[in-house]
C-alpha cells in the first residue's frame, strides 16, 4: 500500500493509477503509473472501470482502508490476463524466434494490417527458470504493463485507448499483445481466438 495508507483519514492524494485485477474479486488494484505502488479498492466504490483503464483518482484512507473520493478515466485501454491451449499467432511465433537466436529474454515488434499501417504491437516474454510465473507479475503489478503500453502509442504516433492482451500460450514464452485500435477486426480476432476459445481469463 502507498505511504499515505500509513498517515491516517486526513491524508489524501491525487495520482494516476492503471486499474488491475486485484486479489479477489472484490476488489480492484490501483497501480500508481509513476511508483508502480499498489493500492487494493473495493469494487464496490469504483463500479465504473474495467481492468486496464488508466484514471486519474483521488484517494483518501480511512483507519487504513482507503476510499476513492473522486475517479476520472483517462484512457479507456482495457486489459485481459490468459491462459491458453490455441496455438500463438506467427507475428508472436516470429518474434520469440528472433529473441532466442539473439540470446535475448525479451523481444517486440509492431504488426500491421492489410492496408500496411501499423495495428498492433507485440512483446514476448522468455519463459524465467524456476517458479517465476510472468502471467502473475503482470497480472499483480510485480512487472508493470506502464512502460510497455507507453512504448506501443509513441513511435506509432497513437494514442490510448488500446486492447491488451497478456497471453500464457503452451509455448516456452509469455506474450503481450498490444492492439492499437480497440473494437477493429484485430481486436475482434485476438479476441476470438484467445478469450472465447480454449482460454481460461484470469
Given at each position: 500500500m502507498t505511504d499515505e495508507a500509513t498517515t491516517g483519514p486526513a491524508m489524501s492524494t491525487e495520482r494516476e493509477f492503471r486499474v488491475l485485477p486485484g486479489r479477489d474479486d472484490a476488489e480492484w488494484l490501483f497501480l500508481d503509473v509513476d511508483s508502480a505502488d499498489p493500492t487494493y479498492v473495493p469494487r464496490e466504490a469504483v463500479p465504473d472501470v474495467d481492468a486496464g483503464n488508466r484514471v486519474r483518482a483521488t484517494l483518501s484512507w480511512d483507519d487504513g482502508e482507503p476510499v476513492v473520493e473522486d475517479l476520472a478515466v483517462e484512457a479507456a485501454t482495457t486489459v485481459a490476463f490468459v491462459e491458453t491451449t490455441e496455438p500463438i499467432f506467427e507475428a508472436a511465433e516470429e518474434c520469440f524466434e528472433r529473441a532466442r537466436a539473439g540470446g535475448e529474454p525479451m523481444n517486440s515488434r509492431v504488426t500491421y494490417g492489410t492496408d500496411n499501417?501499423?495495428?498492433?504491437?507485440?512483446?514476448?516474454?522468455?519463459?524465467?527458470?524456476?517458479?517465476?510465473?510472468?502471467?502473475?507479475?503482470?497480472?499483480?503489478?510485480?512487472?508493470?504493463?506502464?512502460?510497455?503500453?507507453?512504448?506501443?502509442?509513441?513511435?506509432e504516433g497513437v494514442d490510448p485507448?488500446?486492447?491488451?492482451?497478456?497471453?500464457?500460450?503452451?509455448?516456452?514464452?509469455?506474450?503481450?499483445?498490444?492492439?492499437?485500435?480497440?473494437?477493429g477486426l484485430l481486436d475482434e480476432t485476438v479476441a476470438d481466438t484467445y478469450l472465447r476459445v480454449g482460454a481460461s481469463e484470469q
Open positions: 499501417e501499423p495495428n498492433g504491437v507485440v512483446y514476448t516474454f522468455a519463459d524465467q527458470p524456476g517458479s517465476r510465473d510472468l502471467l502473475a507479475e503482470f497480472r499483480d503489478g510485480g512487472t508493470p504493463l506502464e512502460p510497455l503500453v507507453d512504448r506501443a502509442a509513441h513511435p485507448p488500446f486492447s491488451v492482451y497478456v497471453i500464457d500460450p503452451a509455448e516456452p514464452f509469455l506474450v503481450v499483445y498490444i492492439v492499437l485500435e480497440p473494437d
